[in-house]
Protein backbone atom coordinates (compact mmCIF):
# COMPACT_ATOMS: atom_id res chain seq x y z
CA UNK A 1 0.00 0.00 0.00
CA UNK A 2 2.65 2.58 0.84
CA UNK A 3 6.20 2.04 0.48
CA UNK A 4 9.25 4.47 1.11
CA UNK A 5 12.43 3.77 -0.67
CA UNK A 6 15.31 5.26 0.46
CA UNK A 7 14.44 8.55 1.23
CA UNK A 8 16.58 11.28 1.92
CA UNK A 9 16.29 15.02 3.19
CA UNK A 10 17.41 17.79 3.88
CA UNK A 11 16.97 21.16 5.03
CA UNK A 12 19.55 23.56 3.98
CA UNK A 13 22.54 21.72 5.75
CA UNK A 14 20.32 19.96 8.01
CA UNK A 15 20.04 16.52 7.15
CA UNK A 16 16.73 15.34 8.34
CA UNK A 17 16.41 11.76 6.91
CA UNK A 18 19.10 9.29 5.41
CA UNK A 19 17.86 6.94 3.39
CA UNK A 20 14.59 5.45 5.02
CA UNK A 21 12.90 2.51 4.06
CA UNK A 22 9.57 0.47 5.19
CA UNK A 23 6.65 -0.53 3.49
CA UNK A 24 3.23 -0.94 5.51
CA UNK A 25 0.38 -3.22 3.91
CA UNK A 26 -3.23 -1.95 3.25
CA UNK A 27 -5.38 -1.99 6.37
CA UNK A 28 -1.94 -2.53 8.87
CA UNK A 29 -1.71 -0.33 11.25
CA UNK A 30 2.46 1.33 11.57
CA UNK A 31 3.26 3.46 14.81
CA UNK A 32 6.44 5.77 14.30
CA UNK A 33 8.36 6.67 17.30
CA UNK A 34 11.43 8.79 18.04
CA UNK A 35 13.00 11.73 19.39
CA UNK A 36 11.55 14.96 19.61
CA UNK A 37 12.84 17.12 16.35
CA UNK A 38 13.46 13.64 14.74
CA UNK A 39 11.95 14.14 11.34
CA UNK A 40 8.61 11.99 12.25
CA UNK A 41 6.15 14.74 10.88
CA UNK A 42 8.58 15.60 7.92
CA UNK A 43 8.29 11.99 7.36
CA UNK A 44 4.71 11.68 7.58
CA UNK A 45 4.45 14.86 5.14
CA UNK A 46 6.37 13.00 2.00
CA UNK A 47 3.76 10.61 2.18
CA UNK A 48 1.29 12.46 1.23
CA UNK A 49 3.00 14.41 -0.69
CA UNK A 50 3.37 17.49 0.93
CA UNK A 51 7.14 17.46 0.89
CA UNK A 52 9.17 16.62 -1.88
CA UNK A 53 12.26 14.32 -0.83
CA UNK A 54 15.83 15.49 -2.41
CA UNK A 55 16.06 11.68 -3.13
CA UNK A 56 13.89 8.23 -3.15
CA UNK A 57 10.89 7.07 -3.86
CA UNK A 58 6.98 6.57 -2.28
CA UNK A 59 4.96 4.58 -3.58
CA UNK A 60 1.40 4.70 -2.93
CA UNK A 61 -0.08 1.38 -4.40
CA UNK A 62 2.90 1.18 -6.63
CA UNK A 63 2.74 4.32 -8.13
CA UNK A 64 5.58 6.56 -7.25
CA UNK A 65 4.07 9.78 -5.97
CA UNK A 66 7.35 12.19 -5.79
CA UNK A 67 7.64 12.89 -9.64
CA UNK A 68 3.98 14.01 -9.37
CA UNK A 69 2.81 17.61 -9.60
CA UNK A 70 -0.09 19.06 -7.62
CA UNK A 71 -2.71 18.36 -9.53
CA UNK A 72 -1.67 15.05 -9.98
CA UNK A 73 -1.18 14.61 -6.54
CA UNK A 74 -4.83 16.01 -5.44
CA UNK A 75 -6.40 12.81 -7.14
CA UNK A 76 -3.88 10.78 -4.96
CA UNK A 77 -4.71 12.66 -1.55
CA UNK A 78 -8.47 11.56 -2.28
CA UNK A 79 -7.35 7.89 -0.64
CA UNK A 80 -5.55 9.85 2.62
CA UNK A 81 -6.56 11.79 5.45
CA UNK A 82 -4.25 13.29 8.09
CA UNK A 83 -4.02 15.01 11.51
CA UNK A 84 -1.55 17.68 11.33
CA UNK A 85 0.61 17.85 15.49
CA UNK A 86 -0.70 21.31 15.21
CA UNK A 87 -4.53 20.58 14.23
CA UNK A 88 -3.92 22.90 11.52
CA UNK A 89 -7.66 24.03 11.81
CA UNK A 90 -8.85 26.73 8.95
CA UNK A 91 -9.21 29.55 11.38
CA UNK A 92 -11.76 31.71 9.68
CA UNK A 93 -14.66 28.77 9.21
CA UNK A 94 -16.37 27.37 12.20
CA UNK A 95 -16.06 23.38 13.50
CA UNK A 96 -18.98 22.50 11.49
CA UNK A 97 -17.60 24.22 8.32
CA UNK A 98 -13.82 22.90 9.01
CA UNK A 99 -15.25 19.00 9.78
CA UNK A 100 -17.80 18.67 6.44
CA UNK A 101 -15.10 20.80 4.32
CA UNK A 102 -14.14 17.89 1.89
CA UNK A 103 -18.25 17.18 1.20
CA UNK A 104 -18.49 20.86 0.77
CA UNK A 105 -15.36 21.36 -1.96
CA UNK A 106 -17.43 17.89 -3.67
CA UNK A 107 -21.02 20.03 -3.77
CA UNK A 108 -22.66 16.32 -4.37
CA UNK A 109 -24.06 16.12 -1.07
CA UNK A 110 -26.79 18.14 0.42
CA UNK A 111 -26.54 20.90 2.90
CA UNK A 112 -28.53 18.88 5.42
CA UNK A 113 -26.67 15.37 4.81
CA UNK A 114 -23.90 17.16 5.29
CA UNK A 115 -24.68 18.83 8.69
CA UNK A 116 -25.63 14.69 9.79
CA UNK A 117 -22.63 13.49 9.11
CA UNK A 118 -20.95 16.07 10.66
CA UNK A 119 -22.76 16.44 13.92
CA UNK A 120 -22.39 12.31 14.00
CA UNK A 121 -18.80 11.99 13.74
CA UNK A 122 -18.24 15.38 16.70
CA UNK A 123 -20.25 13.02 18.28
CA UNK A 124 -17.39 10.34 18.25
CA UNK A 125 -14.46 12.95 19.29
CA UNK A 126 -16.35 13.47 22.10
CA UNK A 127 -17.28 17.47 21.01
CA UNK A 128 -21.07 16.80 20.31
CA UNK A 129 -22.64 20.39 20.11
CA UNK A 130 -19.45 22.32 19.25
CA UNK A 131 -20.55 23.29 15.56
CA UNK A 132 -21.14 26.85 15.60
CA UNK A 133 -17.54 27.31 17.93
CA UNK A 134 -14.82 28.70 16.32
CA UNK A 135 -11.12 26.93 16.19
CA UNK A 136 -10.41 29.87 18.81
CA UNK A 137 -12.60 29.00 21.10
CA UNK A 138 -11.27 26.03 21.63
CA UNK A 139 -8.82 24.01 23.85
CA UNK A 140 -5.63 22.76 22.11
CA UNK A 141 -7.37 18.73 22.37
CA UNK A 142 -10.32 19.92 21.08
CA UNK A 143 -8.67 21.52 18.28
CA UNK A 144 -7.12 18.28 17.87
CA UNK A 145 -10.17 16.31 18.09
CA UNK A 146 -11.69 18.54 15.49
CA UNK A 147 -8.80 17.96 13.23
CA UNK A 148 -9.24 14.16 13.65
CA UNK A 149 -12.94 14.47 12.82
CA UNK A 150 -11.73 16.73 9.86
CA UNK A 151 -9.55 13.64 8.63
CA UNK A 152 -11.48 10.85 9.24
CA UNK A 153 -15.17 12.12 8.13
CA UNK A 154 -14.93 11.09 4.94
CA UNK A 155 -13.59 7.95 5.26
CA UNK A 156 -9.98 7.97 3.75
CA UNK A 157 -8.57 4.30 2.70
CA UNK A 158 -5.36 5.61 4.76
CA UNK A 159 -5.18 7.92 7.58
CA UNK A 160 -2.07 10.04 9.26
CA UNK A 161 -2.22 10.39 12.38
CA UNK A 162 0.61 12.83 13.80
CA UNK A 163 0.86 12.68 17.68
CA UNK A 164 -3.17 12.17 17.89
CA UNK A 165 -3.11 11.77 22.00
CA UNK A 166 -0.75 14.75 22.45
CA UNK A 167 -2.11 17.17 24.92
CA UNK A 168 -4.98 15.48 25.51
CA UNK A 169 -6.23 13.81 29.23
CA UNK A 170 -6.12 10.65 30.02
CA UNK A 171 -9.61 9.57 29.67
CA UNK A 172 -9.92 11.50 25.83
CA UNK A 173 -6.80 9.92 24.99
CA UNK A 174 -8.13 6.24 25.78
CA UNK A 175 -11.10 7.01 23.49
CA UNK A 176 -9.39 8.96 20.85
CA UNK A 177 -6.90 5.85 20.81
CA UNK A 178 -10.11 3.52 20.62
CA UNK A 179 -11.73 5.52 17.81
CA UNK A 180 -8.91 5.03 15.89
CA UNK A 181 -8.76 1.26 16.49
CA UNK A 182 -12.34 1.36 15.30
CA UNK A 183 -11.76 3.29 12.53
CA UNK A 184 -8.93 1.19 11.26
CA UNK A 185 -10.99 -1.97 12.26
CA UNK A 186 -14.24 -1.06 10.35
CA UNK A 187 -13.44 0.03 7.01
CA UNK A 188 -9.55 -2.02 6.51
CA UNK A 189 -8.08 1.66 6.48
CA UNK A 190 -4.28 1.87 6.63
CA UNK A 191 -2.94 3.64 9.71
CA UNK A 192 0.25 5.87 10.24
CA UNK A 193 0.42 7.21 13.62
CA UNK A 194 3.05 9.18 15.36
CA UNK A 195 2.97 9.27 18.70
CA UNK A 196 5.20 9.72 21.67
CA UNK A 197 2.86 8.23 24.28
CA UNK A 198 4.01 4.54 24.46
CA UNK A 199 0.68 3.29 25.88
CA UNK A 200 -1.02 4.10 22.75
CA UNK A 201 1.85 2.91 20.85
CA UNK A 202 1.03 -0.47 22.34
CA UNK A 203 -2.24 -0.75 21.61
CA UNK A 204 -2.60 0.94 18.26
CA UNK A 205 0.45 -0.30 16.60
CA UNK A 206 0.39 -3.82 14.75
CA UNK A 207 4.21 -2.55 14.30
CA UNK A 208 6.50 0.01 15.25
CA UNK A 209 9.04 1.76 13.54
CA UNK A 210 11.55 3.88 15.71
CA UNK A 211 13.09 6.64 13.97
CA UNK A 212 16.58 7.66 15.08
CA UNK A 213 19.70 9.50 13.59
CA UNK A 214 17.80 10.09 10.42
CA UNK A 215 17.31 6.24 9.91
CA UNK A 216 14.89 4.01 10.78
CA UNK A 217 16.59 2.39 13.50
CA UNK A 218 14.58 -0.34 14.80
CA UNK A 219 11.09 -1.80 13.74
CA UNK A 220 9.38 -5.04 15.12
CA UNK A 221 5.69 -5.92 16.71
CA UNK A 222 5.37 -4.41 19.85
CA UNK A 223 6.27 -7.45 21.83
CA UNK A 224 9.32 -6.93 20.15
CA UNK A 225 9.86 -3.44 20.50
CA UNK A 226 8.89 -3.37 24.47
CA UNK A 227 11.12 -6.38 24.92
CA UNK A 228 14.01 -5.24 23.29
CA UNK A 229 17.50 -5.37 24.94
CA UNK A 230 19.15 -2.51 22.49
CA UNK A 231 20.03 0.61 24.71
CA UNK A 232 19.15 3.01 21.79
CA UNK A 233 15.59 1.38 22.11
CA UNK A 234 15.27 0.54 25.98
CA UNK A 235 16.40 4.38 26.74
CA UNK A 236 13.60 5.32 24.60
CA UNK A 237 10.97 3.12 25.72
CA UNK A 238 11.88 3.55 29.71
CA UNK A 239 11.82 7.49 29.03
CA UNK A 240 15.41 7.85 30.25
CA UNK A 241 17.56 10.95 30.15
CA UNK A 242 20.90 9.66 31.11
CA UNK A 243 21.69 6.09 30.11
CA UNK A 244 24.17 5.91 33.00
CA UNK A 245 21.13 5.68 35.40
CA UNK A 246 21.09 1.79 34.28
CA UNK A 247 24.59 1.43 36.17
CA UNK A 248 23.57 2.36 39.41
CA UNK B 1 29.81 38.51 -2.99
CA UNK B 2 27.44 35.19 -3.83
CA UNK B 3 25.20 36.94 -1.79
CA UNK B 4 24.91 40.19 -3.33
CA UNK B 5 24.52 39.07 -6.83
CA UNK B 6 22.27 36.45 -5.05
CA UNK B 7 20.26 39.50 -3.51
CA UNK B 8 20.00 41.44 -6.56
CA UNK B 9 19.31 39.08 -9.05
CA UNK B 10 18.37 35.17 -8.41
CA UNK B 11 15.86 35.99 -5.87
CA UNK B 12 14.23 38.75 -7.62
CA UNK B 13 13.85 36.06 -10.89
CA UNK B 14 12.74 33.49 -8.85
CA UNK B 15 9.81 35.79 -7.89
CA UNK B 16 9.03 36.21 -11.08
CA UNK B 17 9.37 33.09 -12.64
CA UNK B 18 7.13 31.91 -9.98
CA UNK B 19 4.31 34.70 -9.93
CA UNK B 20 4.29 33.63 -13.87
CA UNK B 21 3.59 30.28 -12.78
CA UNK B 22 0.59 31.07 -10.43
CA UNK B 23 -0.68 33.37 -13.10
CA UNK B 24 -0.50 29.79 -15.38
CA UNK B 25 -1.58 28.08 -12.35
CA UNK B 26 -4.89 30.48 -12.17
CA UNK B 27 -5.58 30.97 -15.99
CA UNK B 28 -5.39 27.16 -15.91
CA UNK B 29 -7.42 26.77 -13.04
CA UNK B 30 -10.04 29.19 -13.82
CA UNK B 31 -10.78 27.49 -17.53
CA UNK B 32 -11.49 24.02 -15.77
CA UNK B 33 -12.48 24.58 -12.56
CA UNK B 34 -16.26 25.87 -11.38
CA UNK B 35 -15.83 28.63 -9.51
CA UNK B 36 -16.83 28.99 -5.96
CA UNK B 37 -18.97 31.78 -6.24
CA UNK B 38 -19.80 32.13 -2.50
CA UNK B 39 -16.02 33.22 -2.37
CA UNK B 40 -15.57 35.12 -5.13
CA UNK B 41 -18.98 37.29 -3.88
CA UNK B 42 -17.35 37.72 -0.43
CA UNK B 43 -13.99 38.61 -1.71
CA UNK B 44 -15.63 41.35 -4.10
CA UNK B 45 -17.50 42.36 -0.99
CA UNK B 46 -14.13 42.45 0.51
CA UNK B 47 -12.10 44.38 -2.30
CA UNK B 48 -15.59 46.87 -3.24
CA UNK B 49 -17.29 47.43 -0.67
CA UNK B 50 -14.53 47.63 1.81
CA UNK B 51 -12.61 50.01 -0.19
CA UNK B 52 -14.88 52.54 -0.65
CA UNK B 53 -13.98 55.43 1.82
CA UNK B 54 -10.71 55.02 0.60
CA UNK B 55 -10.90 55.07 -3.10
CA UNK B 56 -14.11 58.05 -2.19
CA UNK B 57 -11.31 60.43 -0.23
CA UNK B 58 -8.54 59.60 -2.93
CA UNK B 59 -10.21 60.34 -5.86
CA UNK B 60 -12.29 63.44 -4.21
CA UNK B 61 -8.93 65.11 -3.00
CA UNK B 62 -7.37 64.18 -5.99
CA UNK B 63 -9.72 65.77 -8.80
CA UNK B 64 -9.44 68.56 -6.44
CA UNK B 65 -5.87 69.31 -6.00
CA UNK B 66 -5.78 68.78 -9.79
CA UNK B 67 -8.33 71.41 -10.64
CA UNK B 68 -6.75 73.67 -8.67
CA UNK B 69 -3.13 73.66 -9.86
CA UNK B 70 -4.34 73.30 -13.15
CA UNK B 71 -6.52 76.25 -13.18
CA UNK B 72 -3.71 78.59 -11.10
CA UNK B 73 -1.45 77.55 -14.40
CA UNK B 74 -4.04 78.05 -17.07
CA UNK B 75 -5.39 81.29 -15.36
CA UNK B 76 -2.05 83.57 -16.30
CA UNK B 77 -2.50 82.17 -19.98
CA UNK B 78 -6.13 82.81 -20.33
CA UNK B 79 -7.58 79.30 -20.29
CA UNK B 80 -9.22 78.66 -17.24
CA UNK B 81 -11.63 77.08 -19.46
CA UNK B 82 -9.70 73.75 -20.49
CA UNK B 83 -9.12 73.09 -16.67
CA UNK B 84 -12.16 70.72 -16.06
CA UNK B 85 -10.79 68.72 -19.47
CA UNK B 86 -7.02 69.11 -18.48
CA UNK B 87 -8.68 67.20 -14.99
CA UNK B 88 -10.77 64.92 -16.93
CA UNK B 89 -8.12 63.47 -19.41
CA UNK B 90 -5.69 63.01 -16.67
CA UNK B 91 -8.13 61.32 -14.09
CA UNK B 92 -9.48 58.95 -16.59
CA UNK B 93 -5.88 58.05 -17.80
CA UNK B 94 -3.36 58.15 -15.32
CA UNK B 95 -4.50 59.51 -11.54
CA UNK B 96 -7.68 57.28 -11.84
CA UNK B 97 -5.90 53.71 -12.08
CA UNK B 98 -3.07 54.42 -10.72
CA UNK B 99 -3.86 55.96 -7.81
CA UNK B 100 -6.99 54.08 -6.94
CA UNK B 101 -4.54 50.85 -7.66
CA UNK B 102 -2.07 52.01 -5.02
CA UNK B 103 -4.79 52.36 -2.43
CA UNK B 104 -6.07 49.17 -2.93
CA UNK B 105 -2.84 47.75 -3.23
CA UNK B 106 -2.29 48.86 0.60
CA UNK B 107 -5.33 47.72 1.68
CA UNK B 108 -6.04 44.51 0.10
CA UNK B 109 -3.01 43.60 -1.68
CA UNK B 110 -1.76 43.69 2.05
CA UNK B 111 -4.66 41.72 3.40
CA UNK B 112 -4.56 38.63 1.09
CA UNK B 113 -0.54 38.34 1.94
CA UNK B 114 -1.21 38.24 5.29
CA UNK B 115 -4.19 35.98 5.37
CA UNK B 116 -2.67 33.71 2.99
CA UNK B 117 0.78 34.05 4.85
CA UNK B 118 -0.86 33.24 8.29
CA UNK B 119 -2.53 30.27 6.82
CA UNK B 120 1.08 28.71 5.45
CA UNK B 121 3.16 29.50 8.48
CA UNK B 122 0.17 27.80 10.65
CA UNK B 123 0.03 24.55 8.20
CA UNK B 124 -3.39 25.43 6.96
CA UNK B 125 -2.41 25.44 3.77
CA UNK B 126 -1.22 22.17 4.01
CA UNK B 127 -4.31 21.45 5.40
CA UNK B 128 -5.97 22.54 2.02
CA UNK B 129 -4.08 20.22 0.39
CA UNK B 130 -4.67 16.87 2.17
CA UNK B 131 -8.47 17.97 1.64
CA UNK B 132 -7.91 17.64 -2.27
CA UNK B 133 -7.94 21.32 -2.48
CA UNK B 134 -5.45 23.72 -4.65
CA UNK B 135 -4.46 26.22 -2.81
CA UNK B 136 -4.63 27.92 -6.54
CA UNK B 137 -8.24 26.80 -6.79
CA UNK B 138 -9.64 27.63 -3.42
CA UNK B 139 -7.72 30.66 -2.68
CA UNK B 140 -6.14 32.48 -5.65
CA UNK B 141 -8.46 32.72 -8.20
CA UNK B 142 -11.21 33.91 -5.89
CA UNK B 143 -9.46 36.99 -5.31
CA UNK B 144 -8.04 37.30 -8.69
CA UNK B 145 -11.18 37.37 -10.05
CA UNK B 146 -12.52 39.78 -7.82
CA UNK B 147 -9.45 42.01 -8.35
CA UNK B 148 -10.03 41.93 -11.73
CA UNK B 149 -13.21 42.68 -11.86
CA UNK B 150 -13.62 45.30 -8.34
CA UNK B 151 -10.75 47.40 -9.62
CA UNK B 152 -11.74 48.49 -12.66
CA UNK B 153 -15.45 49.51 -11.23
CA UNK B 154 -13.58 51.31 -8.44
CA UNK B 155 -11.13 53.35 -10.98
CA UNK B 156 -14.27 54.30 -12.80
CA UNK B 157 -15.74 55.51 -9.39
CA UNK B 158 -12.53 57.35 -7.98
CA UNK B 159 -12.51 59.07 -11.66
CA UNK B 160 -16.29 59.84 -11.69
CA UNK B 161 -15.84 61.49 -7.83
CA UNK B 162 -13.08 63.22 -9.14
CA UNK B 163 -14.45 64.88 -12.02
CA UNK B 164 -16.84 66.09 -9.83
CA UNK B 165 -14.81 67.40 -7.20
CA UNK B 166 -12.86 68.86 -9.69
CA UNK B 167 -15.88 70.34 -11.12
CA UNK B 168 -17.04 72.00 -8.02
CA UNK B 169 -13.68 73.30 -7.10
CA UNK B 170 -13.16 75.35 -10.10
CA UNK B 171 -16.90 76.58 -10.63
CA UNK B 172 -17.64 76.92 -7.08
CA UNK B 173 -14.31 77.99 -5.81
CA UNK B 174 -12.59 79.15 -8.70
CA UNK B 175 -15.35 80.88 -10.86
CA UNK B 176 -14.69 79.01 -13.91
CA UNK B 177 -16.99 79.47 -16.70
CA UNK B 178 -19.36 75.78 -15.97
CA UNK B 179 -20.79 75.76 -19.51
CA UNK B 180 -17.78 76.21 -21.44
CA UNK B 181 -16.02 74.10 -18.86
CA UNK B 182 -18.23 71.27 -19.36
CA UNK B 183 -18.07 71.51 -23.20
CA UNK B 184 -14.30 71.24 -23.56
CA UNK B 185 -14.08 68.66 -21.11
CA UNK B 186 -16.46 66.61 -23.41
CA UNK B 187 -14.58 67.93 -26.96
CA UNK B 188 -10.98 66.96 -25.29
CA UNK B 189 -11.93 63.19 -23.55
CA UNK B 190 -12.12 60.67 -25.99
CA UNK B 191 -13.04 57.61 -25.09
CA UNK B 192 -9.58 55.67 -25.47
CA UNK B 193 -9.36 57.63 -22.48
CA UNK B 194 -11.44 55.78 -20.64
CA UNK B 195 -10.68 52.39 -22.09
CA UNK B 196 -7.21 52.93 -21.37
CA UNK B 197 -7.73 53.74 -17.89
CA UNK B 198 -10.09 51.10 -17.47
CA UNK B 199 -7.73 48.59 -19.13
CA UNK B 200 -5.00 49.56 -16.92
CA UNK B 201 -7.22 48.93 -13.36
CA UNK B 202 -8.28 45.64 -14.85
CA UNK B 203 -4.09 44.79 -15.10
CA UNK B 204 -3.61 46.36 -11.94
CA UNK B 205 -5.94 44.20 -10.54
CA UNK B 206 -4.24 41.18 -11.21
CA UNK B 207 -0.58 42.90 -10.30
CA UNK B 208 -2.23 43.38 -6.85
CA UNK B 209 -4.04 39.79 -6.41
CA UNK B 210 -1.00 38.03 -8.16
CA UNK B 211 1.91 39.75 -6.00
CA UNK B 212 -0.12 39.84 -2.81
CA UNK B 213 -0.89 35.63 -3.26
CA UNK B 214 2.48 34.97 -4.15
CA UNK B 215 3.91 36.91 -1.28
CA UNK B 216 1.63 34.83 1.40
CA UNK B 217 1.95 31.20 -0.38
CA UNK B 218 5.52 31.74 -0.33
CA UNK B 219 5.67 33.43 3.38
CA UNK B 220 8.67 32.93 5.61
CA UNK B 221 8.72 31.69 8.98
CA UNK B 222 6.82 33.09 11.98
CA UNK B 223 5.27 36.26 12.83
CA UNK B 224 8.37 37.87 11.49
CA UNK B 225 7.51 36.03 7.73
CA UNK B 226 3.88 37.04 7.73
CA UNK B 227 5.06 40.76 8.57
CA UNK B 228 7.53 40.64 6.02
CA UNK B 229 5.46 39.01 3.13
CA UNK B 230 2.44 41.93 3.56
CA UNK B 231 4.95 44.43 3.75
CA UNK B 232 7.19 43.02 0.35
CA UNK B 233 3.06 42.40 -1.23
CA UNK B 234 2.63 46.35 -1.00
CA UNK B 235 5.72 47.55 -2.24
CA UNK B 236 6.42 45.27 -4.98
CA UNK B 237 2.74 45.73 -6.09
CA UNK B 238 3.14 49.33 -5.35
CA UNK B 239 6.33 49.22 -7.80
CA UNK B 240 4.64 47.22 -10.37
CA UNK B 241 1.75 49.36 -10.77
CA UNK B 242 4.19 52.42 -11.22
CA UNK B 243 6.73 51.05 -13.50
CA UNK B 244 3.64 48.68 -16.02
CA UNK B 245 2.13 52.21 -16.18
CA UNK B 246 4.49 53.39 -18.06
CA UNK B 247 4.83 51.12 -20.52
CA UNK B 248 0.80 50.53 -20.43
CA UNK B 249 0.55 54.42 -20.94
CA UNK B 250 3.19 54.01 -24.24
CA UNK B 251 1.51 50.57 -25.84
CA UNK B 252 -1.63 51.43 -25.61
CA UNK B 253 -1.48 54.91 -26.16
CA UNK B 254 -0.04 53.52 -29.13
CA UNK B 255 -2.29 50.74 -30.01
CA UNK B 256 -5.53 52.46 -29.68
CA UNK B 257 -4.70 55.71 -31.46
CA UNK B 258 -3.66 53.39 -34.78
CA UNK B 259 -6.82 52.02 -34.45
N1 LIG C 1 9.94 23.39 6.67
C1 LIG C 1 11.08 23.19 7.37
N2 LIG C 1 12.17 23.93 7.12
C2 LIG C 1 13.32 23.74 7.79
N3 LIG C 1 13.46 22.82 8.74
C3 LIG C 1 12.43 22.04 9.06
C4 LIG C 1 11.17 22.19 8.39
N4 LIG C 1 10.31 21.29 8.89
C5 LIG C 1 11.00 20.62 9.85
N5 LIG C 1 12.26 21.06 9.96
C6 LIG C 1 13.30 20.53 10.85
O1 LIG C 1 13.27 19.14 10.76
C7 LIG C 1 13.50 18.56 12.01
C8 LIG C 1 12.46 17.50 12.28
O2 LIG C 1 11.23 18.11 12.46
P1 LIG C 1 9.91 17.28 12.76
O3 LIG C 1 8.82 18.26 12.96
O4 LIG C 1 9.73 16.25 11.73
O5 LIG C 1 10.25 16.57 14.12
P2 LIG C 1 9.35 15.55 14.91
O6 LIG C 1 10.06 14.26 14.93
O7 LIG C 1 7.97 15.54 14.37
O8 LIG C 1 9.37 16.16 16.36
P3 LIG C 1 8.18 16.27 17.44
O9 LIG C 1 8.09 14.95 18.07
O10 LIG C 1 8.67 17.32 18.37
O11 LIG C 1 6.97 16.66 16.69
C9 LIG C 1 13.55 19.67 13.02
O12 LIG C 1 14.88 19.89 13.36
C10 LIG C 1 12.99 20.87 12.29
O13 LIG C 1 13.70 22.01 12.69
MG1 LIG D 1 6.21 16.23 14.90
Avoid at chain 1, 4 to 22: A, N, Q, W, Y
Avoid at chain 2, 32 to 48: C, E, P
Wanted: charged fraction near 20%.
Amino acid sequence: MIEVRDLKKSFGSLTILDGISFRIEKGESVVIIGRSGGGKSVLLKHLIGLLKPDSGQVLIEGQDIVPMNERQLLKVRHRFGMLFQSAALFDSMTVAKNVGFAFRRDRSMPETEIAGKVARILEMVDLPGTEMKNPAELSGGMRKRVGLARAIIYQPEIVLYDEPTTGLDPIVSDSIDKLILRVRDRLDVTTVVVTHDMRSARRLGQRILMLHERKIYAAGTPDEIFQSKDPVVRQFIDGVSDPKEYLS
Amino acid sequence: MKSWSNHLLAEPLEGLGRITLLARESIASLLTFKVAWRDLLYQIYFVGVKSQSVVLVTGAFTGMVLGAQTYFQFHKVKMDTATLAVVSVSMCSELGPVLTGLMVAGRVGAAIAAELGTMRVTEQIDALRTLATHPVDYLVVPRLMALHITLPLLTAEAIAVGIGAGYLVGVYLLGIDPTYSWYNMLRYTATTDVVVGITKAFIFGGIVALIGCYKGLYCGEGAQGVGRATTEAVVYSSIAILISNFFLTMTLGKLLHTL
